[in-house]
C-alpha cells in the first residue's frame, strides 16, 4: 500500500466516524425533543384545525378615534337607525347562529364581554339610550334570560305551571337600534360619523303566538365595546384569509340600514308622523340630506 493510498482510507475511517457521530447527535436530540415537547403537546390536546396559528384577530388592537375639537365641529345631526338582519348584507352579523370555535355572532360576542365584564349593558327597560343606568353583571345576564311557561303533572295527576328561565339564543336576534352622530370637521375637511350606542333587539310574542313588536334588550355604550369586537372575526364571502372583525365592519360601515329617527324638537320617532311607504320614503331623505351636506360644500 502506498502513501496516497494510506491517506484516502484514513479520510475515509474518519468521514465514516464523522457521520455516524452527526447521526448518534441527531437522534439524541430528536429524543430530548420527544421527552420534553411532544408529552406538552399531547397534554394540551390541541388540534391545528387549518394550515397556520390565527394570531393576527386575537391580538387585534383598537384604532384610537381622531380627537376633535368642539371649536371644528361646524355641523353635526344625531341619527337612529335600524339594522335589520333578514338582509343578506347583514347575515355577517347574524350568523352562526349556534357559535363555532373560531366564529360567533354579534349577539353572542355581546355575551361574551358582558360575562367577562368588559362590556357594561345599561337600561332597566328598554329605551335607556343615554347610559343613565349601568346594570350590574347579575342583572345583565338576567336579561339574557327569558322566563317561559311550562306544565308538567304532579304525583296525583294535576297539571302544574311552572315559569323557568330561557336562555335567549341568538337566532331570536332580529334587529340592531345603533346610535350615531354625524359631523364635520373642519379642521380635517371630512363628513365623519361616530357610533354611539348599539341595542340588540327581538321580536317580542304574544302568548298565543302573534307578534307584539320589537323589544331591545339593552343599549351597550360602542366605545367601550371597541376593544371587545375588534377581537372576533366576520365572515367574508370573497376570502377566507382576509377576514375583517366587527370593529372593521362598523368601522367601513359595511352592513345595510334605515333610518328611524333624527334629532327633531318633538322628538318623534318617523313612524309617529308618517305610514307605510312613507317611512322609507323618509328615512332615505334623511340620508339623502346628510349625503347632499358634505357634497355641497365643494366647489367644482
Do not use: C
Given at each position: 500500500m502506498n502513501w496516497d493510498q494510506s491517506v484516502?482510507?484514513?479520510?475515509?475511517?474518519?468521514?465514516?466516524?464523522?457521520?455516524?457521530?452527526?447521526e448518534t447527535k441527531k437522534i439524541f436530540i430528536m429524543?430530548?425533543?420527544?421527552?420534553?415537547?411532544?408529552?406538552?403537546?399531547?397534554?394540551?390536546?390541541?388540534?391545528?384545525d387549518g394550515v397556520y396559528i390565527k394570531e393576527?384577530?386575537?391580538?387585534?388592537?383598537?384604532?384610537?378615534?381622531?380627537?376633535?375639537?368642539?371649536?371644528?365641529?361646524?355641523?353635526?345631526?344625531?341619527?337612529?337607525?335600524?339594522?335589520?338582519?333578514?338582509?343578506?348584507?347583514?347575515?355577517?352579523?347574524?350568523?352562526?347562529?349556534?357559535?363555532?370555535?373560531?366564529?360567533?355572532?354579534?349577539f353572542d360576542v355581546m355575551k361574551f364581554g358582558i360575562g367577562e365584564g368588559t362590556i357594561?349593558?345599561?337600561?332597566?327597560?328598554?329605551?335607556?339610550?343615554?347610559?343613565?343606568?349601568?346594570?350590574?353583571?347579575?342583572?345583565?345576564?338576567?336579561?339574557?334570560n327569558e322566563m317561559v311557561k311550562i306544565y308538567r303533572e304532579d304525583d296525583e295527576g294535576n297539571m302544574l305551571e311552572d315559569s323557568v328561565p330561557d336562555p335567549i339564543h341568538s337566532g331570536k336576534i332580529k334587529w340592531y337600534w345603533v346610535k350615531e352622530d354625524w359631523f364635520f370637521d373642519r379642521e380635517r375637511s371630512v363628513l365623519d360619523v361616530r357610533i354611539i350606542g348599539l341595542a340588540p333587539v327581538q321580536e317580542k310574542l304574544n302568548e298565543d303566538g302573534t307578534v307584539r313588536g320589537p323589544m331591545p334588550l339593552f343599549w351597550v355604550y360602542f366605545p367601550e365595546a371597541r376593544y371587545v369586537f375588534a377581537n372576533f372575526?366576520?365572515?367574508?364571502?370573497?376570502?377566507?384569509?382576509?377576514?375583517?372583525?366587527?370593529?372593521?365592519?362598523?368601522?367601513?360601515?359595511?352592513?345595510?340600514?334605515?333610518?328611524?329617527?333624527?334629532?327633531?324638537?318633538?322628538?318623534?320617532?318617523?313612524?309617529?308622523?308618517?305610514?307605510?311607504?312613507?317611512?322609507?320614503?323618509?328615512?332615505?331623505?334623511?340620508?339623502?340630506?346628510?349625503?347632499?351636506?358634505?357634497?355641497?360644500?365643494?366647489?367644482?
Open positions: 484516502l482510507n484514513f479520510n475515509n475511517n474518519n468521514i465514516d466516524k464523522l457521520m455516524k457521530a452527526m429524543s430530548l425533543l420527544s421527552i420534553f415537547l411532544l408529552p406538552a403537546a399531547f397534554a394540551q390536546n390541541k388540534i391545528l393576527n384577530t386575537p391580538t387585534r388592537r383598537v384604532i384610537p378615534y381622531t380627537q376633535v375639537r368642539e371649536a371644528d365641529v361646524m355641523w353635526s345631526k344625531r341619527v337612529w337607525r335600524v339594522i335589520p338582519l333578514r338582509e343578506k348584507m347583514n347575515h355577517p352579523l347574524y350568523y352562526p347562529i349556534d357559535e363555532i370555535d373560531n366564529r360567533k355572532s354579534l357594561t349593558a345599561y337600561g332597566d327597560a328598554a329605551f335607556d339610550d343615554e347610559f343613565k343606568a349601568p346594570m350590574t353583571k347579575t342583572q345583565a345576564l338576567d336579561k339574557l372575526d366576520v365572515f367574508n364571502t370573497f376570502n377566507d384569509a382576509e377576514r375583517r372583525t366587527y370593529e372593521d365592519l362598523f368601522w367601513k360601515r359595511t352592513f345595510s340600514s334605515f333610518v328611524r329617527k333624527e334629532s327633531n324638537v318633538f322628538e318623534r320617532y318617523i313612524s309617529e308622523y308618517k305610514a307605510g311607504i312613507d317611512i322609507l320614503l323618509e328615512s332615505e331623505r334623511i340620508k339623502t340630506q346628510i349625503f347632499n351636506y358634505e357634497h355641497d360644500l365643494w366647489h367644482y
